[in-house]
């Protein structure tokens, strides 16, 4: 498995779980959580977290390194194209040039599903401004061949809403983004348990982001561990193959040959 490598823009990573930085209890229990669940990406909500833009409040890059981790800056809280497009442009201010970021453009405060017309716009300015973009879109095939054609290095289309923990309720259409896909596809939101992640694997993602997930369990750094585990088990598990689903049972042993009758 060595070989098997996530591939986005110019970077390349062993793991294929982003996980993010909002939501623990303190900033040792981040550190903790991070750090068991092998993730080499770790998200960070520059609108709501502090990477150096407020000198007097606990740094997040005083336990992520940015020495450790690739940091995936996002535009969580935006709800238009251009404050999204401010916030990319601070946080490359604020990480010394640093040009991949993960773009999300929400469409409502209640269910934060993603507005594909402010984000479209959005990736537009920003790919022509220079950064690496990773986006957040609906589970639509076709704003996902969109968003490709744009220049995006990876599409991440929702699961289910964010932080809702209902895991993927569209499997078909997630699919069909998959094997239309020349660029990663990574599901991102919605996951609840390891067995969401293992089925987003299994179906042939590249990789999955969760934060809630692991932030909100009863033991976030445990789970971190199961969510590690859970990622490497279904991308082998499609790697390998499954067996066809049959309407009629079918012996695991030969039908011939018996020793006696």
Not at 12 to 30: A, C, I, M, P, Q
Request: aromatic share 4%.
């Amino acid at each position: 498995m060595t070989t098997d490598v996530l591939k986005i823009g110019s970077r390349t990573f062993h793991s294929r779980l982003l996980v993010g930085t909002g939501k623990y209890k303190d900033l040792n229990e981040t550190k903790n959580a991070l750090e068991t669940s092998g993730s080499q990406i770790v998200t960070v909500a520059v609108r709501r977290t502090n990477i150096g833009q407020n000198k007097t409040e606990p740094n997040l890059l005083d336990v992520i390194s940015p020495t450790k981790y690739t940091l995936l800056p996002n535009t969580a809280g935006c709800f238009d194209a251009d404050t999204a497009v401010r916030t990319c442009h601070l946080a490359r201010e604020l990480l010394d040039g640093h040009n991949l970021v993960k773009l999300e453009v929400l469409g409502d405060e209640k269910n934060l599903y993603p507005n594909v017309t402010e984000t479209l716009k959005a990736c537009r300015r920003l790919i022509d401004d220079g950064f690496d973009v990773m986006v957040y879109t609906s589970d639509d095939p076709i704003v996902a061949k969109e968003l490709e054609s744009m220049g995006c290095v990876a599409i991440m289309p929702l699961g289910s809403l964010i932080g809702s923990g209902l895991g993927l309720l569209n499997r078909h259409t997630l699919s069909l983004i998959i094997e239309q896909a020349n660029i990663p596809v990574l599901v991102d939101a919605g996951v609840g348990t390891a067995s969401d992640a293992s089925i987003a694997m299994e179906l042939g993602c590249d990789g999955v982001l969760m934060n809630t997930a692991i932030a909100c369990a009863k033991n976030p750094v445990l789970m971190a561990s199961a969510m590690k585990n859970a990622v490497i088990a279904g991308r082998q598990a499609f790697l390998a193959g499954r067996i066809p689903m049959r309407a009629m049972a079918q012996a695991s042993s030969p039908q011939t040959g018996y020793f006696f009758r």
